[in-house]
Structures are given as structure tokens and as C-alpha cells.
């Protein structure tokens, strides 16, 4: 059974911190999502990777495939980049079915 | 690009009433996805279409019906609501490349209460 676990599930951070939200799964993979879902509820996707390490602005996602492991971060946060973060990922054979984390709500406090 | 346009975006119904949920997408993507979002759990497929004509069973199809009425629109309907579909309804599209699936656009979300 392909399972998607994030922690931690709650973070509160200072303006300004460095974050991290770390993202397990238990089967191989063909590529794995990092969505952000606004206060507003609408969710957009920050990232697509099935290796290594992609960049995008103060967003870093990063992926271990041989310990079935992504992280993202977050440098130099702001009370804007409070959301819910929520990782994805499509496993070989079942691409059309993606597997979702419950979520991780990051408050970012001024 | 209006990108992923879903309708309405708040509903109650009545245990036993039908509705139908409307989804468009302008970004000529092949596979589309309905989606429904319920407090502590993650994101569960409901349906998914590969491609005009086609459609699939996802993880919690049951109550549930779909049309994939042409290469932009999608449209999940509920026949007979029970108190057990009142959720966050997503609607998403998105290329594949072979087994990768691509970036997904969201729409904003439907907002569905069944009394």
C-alpha cells in the first residue's frame, strides 16, 4: 500500500526562520508533487521532481529516492508563506492515481 | 488563462437531491481528476479521466457519477446526496508524459453541505 506521511502535521515559525517539512512514502515512485493549499482553500502546485533538487525563489524541494524521502524549504519565511503543504507523489505502475499526504499547516508569526 | 474553472463553489442539498458539479479547464491537458478534501485527511480521488471518452474509478468512487464531455470539461455528479458527501470537491487537470504525471492545476473548490 503506497502511504504518504508528512511531519511534522503543525510548525510555527518567527519571520525569517528557515523551515523544513519532511515528506516519507513506502513504495517506488515515479515523481513526486509539493502543493500549497491557501488560507482561501485553493491549492497550487510548487513543485514536480522525480530526483535531486529543485529551486524556486525561497522554495527548495528536495528528494531522496533511495530513502523514499522529500523535503521542502522554506528560507527567509514570511507571514505570507503560511499555508497547508501538502506532498504527493504517482507510483510506477498507478501514475494516474497520486497518493496524498494529510498536510502540514505552517503559521508563520510577524 | 482562466486555467481549472469549477462550479458552484458553495452548494447545500437535501439528503436525496442530485447535483451536478462543473469543471473546465483551458490548458488543453489530457487527464483530469475529481477530487474530495475532508477535514484530517488527505486529498482522495474520486474519478479520473485519462482522456476524452475515458473514464476511471478512483479511490472513493461510490455515489458518485462522471462525463468527460469533451477535451475541456469534466463534471461529477451526485444522484442521491447523503450526509457522507458533504466535503471540499477539487477539480484537477494536468498532463502525463509515459508513467509521470504532470504538474496539476487546481480548481478553487466546491464547498458541498448535504442536510
Known amino acids: 500500500k503506497n502511504e504518504v506521511e508528512q511531519s511534522p502535521q503543525n510548525l510555527t515559525a518567527q519571520e525569517g526562520e528557515f523551515i523544513t517539512i519532511n515528506c516519507s512514502y513506502s513504495?517506488?515512485?515515479?515523481?513526486l508533487h509539493w502543493l500549497q493549499q491557501h488560507p482561501g482553500g485553493g491549492i497550487v502546485s510548487l513543485f514536480m521532481?522525480?530526483?535531486g533538487k529543485k529551486k524556486h525563489g525561497r522554495l527548495i524541494a528536495t528528494i531522496n529516492i533511495q530513502e523514499k524521502h522529500s523535503s521542502l524549504h522554506i528560507t527567509a519565511s514570511h507571514p505570507r508563506d503560511s499555508a497547508v503543504y501538502i506532498c504527493?507523489?504517482?507510483?510506477?505502475?498507478?501514475?494516474?492515481?497520486?497518493?496524498f499526504g494529510s498536510g502540514t499547516q505552517l503559521t508563520v508569526l510577524p | 488563462n482562466a486555467g481549472v474553472t469549477q462550479t458552484p463553489k458553495f452548494q447545500v442539498l437535501k439528503t436525496g437531491q442530485s447535483m451536478t458539479l462543473q469543471c473546465a479547464q483551458d490548458?488543453?491537458?489530457?487527464?483530469m481528476y475529481w477530487y474530495r478534501q475532508d477535514p484530517g485527511m488527505g486529498l482522495r480521488l474520486i474519478y479520473y479521466s485519462a482522456s476524452e471518452g475515458t473514464t476511471d474509478k478512483g479511490e472513493v468512487p461510490n455515489g458518485y457519477n462522471v462525463s468527460r464531455l469533451n477535451k475541456r470539461e469534466f463534471s461529477l455528479r451526485l444522484e442521491s446526496a447523503a450526509p457522507s458527501q458533504t466535503s471540499v470537491y477539487f477539480c484537477a487537470s494536468s498532463e502525463r508524459t509515459g508513467v509521470i504525471t504532470g504538474e496539476l492545476f487546481f480548481g478553487e473548490g466546491s464547498r458541498l453541505t448535504v442536510l
Open positions: 504527493a507523489n504517482s507510483r510506477y505502475g498507478s501514475a494516474r492515481q497520486l497518493t
Open positions: 521532481l522525480s530526483s
Open positions: 513504495v517506488g515512485i515515479s515523481a
Open positions: 490548458m488543453n491537458h489530457n487527464s
